[in-house]
């Protein structure tokens, strides 16, 4: 059969794969199927939909999700005179007789998801760049994105902060990062796959958290504590969870961290938390950072190591026509020094992804990072991730936001 012959690496296919993987709205498949079968969803697209996505997933995959997508795929095919699968029928009529209508939206769902993030393929220099040209985050998520599982789904900015340090591997690797409002845990698992020296992710939402740990076992990451690390691989990037409500976080307990970067995607929405929020990264903004002899000459190695590297950097500014003042403003000036530049920086630094939803909280925001005496820029425009999602058409990565927050001090 021409089965052999269906290559799960051509864009269209790989495509098409991964919105399957992602959950992608069924809508979205059915026209990438079309793309893949110029113009009709062929027995030929069908066969590789039955051979790469349906028999592919395990047993955990979300039924309703499939039954949906199938009965699409039936009416699709049927309209336009073609054939179907004898197994597509049969899988679709079991479904029929085993599910209940109604189930696909339940809102207590949650179902197991995987993001592939794709690399093109002029992108095999980066250190992030799989062999594969492929990355899958395997994720537990809700279908609900609100009503008490808010932190339980995937959020766009989450995969907007992903991209961004996928596509610049050298200005997270070997620096502690300290994220916020963590979610299910994307970021932080693209900072361990980018060899961050330490990725501590916090929420203020036990179930998010259990969820979180959740998907750093799934991803194969081990939530250690710092006498396991010394232990079992000294170079080994590790993933802490803790629980950090932004209301009731201690000055002490914050102060116990010094990140060199703090991360945050899609936390400026709820206009009560956001004095507790500006709190929580003034205070871990204004740390100095405690350098033992040590760590000192780990960072000069990491800086050599990093002038090697720049060249990602080089490539990033010509695709995105960046005249310099997008890495400067995340850099702290300090990218002629050769380095990565965060070396240089006086002090940490913030990355906040947000989509702006509504104007008056955000400017709300903005006016207590005034008085906090923070400083915020907007480096979207001037230092943008590649796109490494090309096939989720749900995802609208213009509607998103990247702002640099640091101390008016040190920048
Ligand atoms: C909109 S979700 C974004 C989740 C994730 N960063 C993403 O982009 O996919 C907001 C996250 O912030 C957490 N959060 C909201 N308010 C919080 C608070 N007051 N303290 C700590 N975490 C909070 C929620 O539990 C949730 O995980």
């Given at each position: 059969?021409?089965?052999?012959?269906?290559?799960?690496?051509?864009?269209?296919?790989?495509?098409?794969?991964?919105?399957?993987?992602?959950?992608?709205?069924?809508?979205?498949?059915?026209?990438l199927s079309r793309v893949c079968g110029g113009g009709s969803v062929t027995e030929r697209v069908q066969r590789f939909i039955w051979s790469h996505c349906i028999s592919?997933?395990?047993?955990?995959?979300?039924?309703?999700?499939?039954?949906?997508?199938?009965?699409?795929?039936?009416?699709?095919?049927?309209?336009?005179?073609?054939?179907?699968?004898?197994?597509?029928?049969?899988?679709?009529?079991?479904?029929?007789?085993?599910?209940?209508?109604?189930?696909?939206?339940?809102?207590?769902?949650?179902?197991?998801?995987?993001?592939?993030?794709?690399?093109?393929?002029?992108?095999?220099?980066?250190?992030?760049?799989?062999?594969?040209?492929?990355?899958?985050?395997?994720?537990?998520?809700?279908?609900?994105?609100?009503?008490?599982?808010?932190?339980?789904?995937?959020?766009?900015?989450?995969?907007?902060?992903?991209?961004?340090?996928?596509?610049?591997?050298?200005?997270?690797?070997?620096?502690?990062?300290?994220?916020?409002?963590?979610?299910?845990?994307?970021?932080?698992?693209?900072?361990?796959?980018?060899?961050?020296?330490?990725?501590?992710?916090?929420?203020?939402?036990?179930?998010?958290?259990?969820?979180?740990?959740?998907?750093?076992?799934?991803?194969?990451?081990?939530?250690?504590?710092?006498?396991?690390?010394?232990?079992?691989?000294?170079?080994?990037?590790?993933?802490?969870?803790?629980?950090?409500?932004?209301?009731?976080?201690?000055?002490?307990?914050?102060?116990?961290?010094?990140?060199?970067?703090?991360?945050?995607?899609?936390?400026?929405?709820?206009?009560?938390?956001?004095?507790?929020?500006?709190?929580?990264?003034?205070?871990?903004?204004?740390?100095?950072?405690?350098?033992?002899?040590?760590?000192?000459?780990?960072?000069?190695?990491?800086?050599?190591?990093?002038?090697?590297?720049?060249?990602?950097?080089?490539?990033?500014?010509?695709?995105?026509?960046?005249?310099?003042?997008?890495?400067?403003?995340?850099?702290?000036?300090?990218?002629?020094?050769?380095?990565?530049?965060?070396?240089?920086?006086?002090?940490?630094?913030?990355?906040?992804?947000?989509?702006?939803?509504?104007?008056?909280?955000?400017?709300?925001?903005?006016?207590?990072?005034?008085?906090?005496?923070?400083?915020?820029?907007?480096?979207?425009?001037?230092?943008?991730?590649?796109?490494?999602?090309?096939?989720?058409?749900?995802?609208?990565?213009?509607?998103?936001?990247?702002?640099?927050?640091?101390?008016?001090?040190?920048?």
């Amino acid at each position: 059969m021409a089965d052999e012959n269906l290559n799960q690496a051509d864009p269209p296919y790989l495509h098409l794969l991964s919105a399957f993987l992602a959950m992608e709205p069924t809508d979205y498949l059915i026209s990438l199927s079309r793309v893949c079968g110029g113009g009709s969803v062929t027995e030929r697209v069908q066969r590789f939909i039955w051979s790469h996505c349906i028999s592919e997933s395990d047993e955990k995959f979300h039924a309703p999700y499939l039954k949906n997508f199938l009965k699409k795929l039936i009416c699709e095919a049927e309209l336009n005179g073609g054939p179907v699968l004898d197994q597509i029928y049969e899988l679709y009529a079991h479904f029929m007789t085993s599910l209940m209508d109604g189930v696909v939206g339940k809102e207590t769902a949650r179902v197991n998801k995987c993001i592939s993030f794709i690399f093109p393929n002029e992108c095999f220099q980066l250190s992030s760049c799989p062999k594969s040209r492929k990355l899958m985050i395997p994720l537990q998520c809700s279908l609900n994105m609100l009503a008490g599982d808010t932190g339980c789904s995937v959020w766009p900015s989450s995969l907007y902060l992903s991209e961004f340090i996928l596509s610049f591997p050298e200005l997270f690797s070997n620096k502690s990062c300290f994220e916020v409002g963590s979610g299910v845990g994307l970021v932080g698992i693209c900072l361990a796959h980018v060899k961050a020296s330490e990725v501590i992710l916090s929420d203020g939402d036990m179930s998010t958290l259990a969820n979180m740990k959740l998907n750093l076992e799934s991803n194969h990451l081990s939530i250690g504590t710092d006498i396991q690390k010394t232990i079992e691989d000294p170079k080994k990037s590790q993933v802490k969870c803790i629980y950090l409500p932004w209301e009731s976080a201690l000055k002490e307990q914050l102060q116990s961290f010094s990140p060199d970067i703090i991360l945050g995607a899609d936390v400026i929405y709820d206009p009560v938390c956001l004095p507790h929020l500006v709190r929580v990264l003034d205070t871990l903004l204004n740390q100095t950072k405690p350098y033992s002899k040590e760590q000192n000459e780990n960072r000069e190695a990491s800086s050599l190591e990093n002038t090697c590297t720049s060249d990602n950097l080089k490539d990033a500014k010509q695709r995105n026509g960046d005249n310099g003042n997008g890495l400067e403003a995340f850099l702290g000036k300090s990218e002629r020094n050769g380095a990565s530049g965060l070396e240089s920086r006086k002090g940490p630094l913030a990355l906040i992804a947000s989509v702006i939803r509504n104007i008056d909280t955000f400017d709300y925001f903005l006016g207590l990072i005034d008085k906090a005496s923070l400083t915020v820029t907007d480096i979207t425009e001037t230092l943008q991730p590649m796109n490494l999602l090309p096939y989720m058409k749900s995802y609208n990565r213009s509607e998103i936001r990247l702002f640099t927050v640091s101390c008016k001090h040190s920048s």
